[in-house]
């Protein structure tokens, strides 16, 4: 079974043609964010996320139904739950 991809990237250029041709893909109701200013950006660096690996795991299942029951993305609160757990696990060591 093959699903829509959830995300969409768009360039600045594919947004701008986008929205000459009345075809936002921004929600209209959107709020507009507050300027970062000029001295932000002359600091700012990219930072690429770390990878992901694909595991198999097996886990029990009233665990995996309560993630589930909370809606789409069950798989990444999942993984929000391990990362709180090591971060914390790193400062007690």
Known sequence: MSRKPTIVRYTLSEVEA?????????????PEAESLGAE???SARVVMPSGKTSVHLRLDSDV???????GKGHLTRMNAVLRAYVDTQKHCV
């Open 18 to 30: 986008l929205r000459e041709r009345g075809e936002d893909p921004t929600r209209a109701d959107a």
């Open 40 to 42: 932000f950006w002359k």
């Open 64 to 70: 995996v139904d309560w993630f589930k029951a909370r």
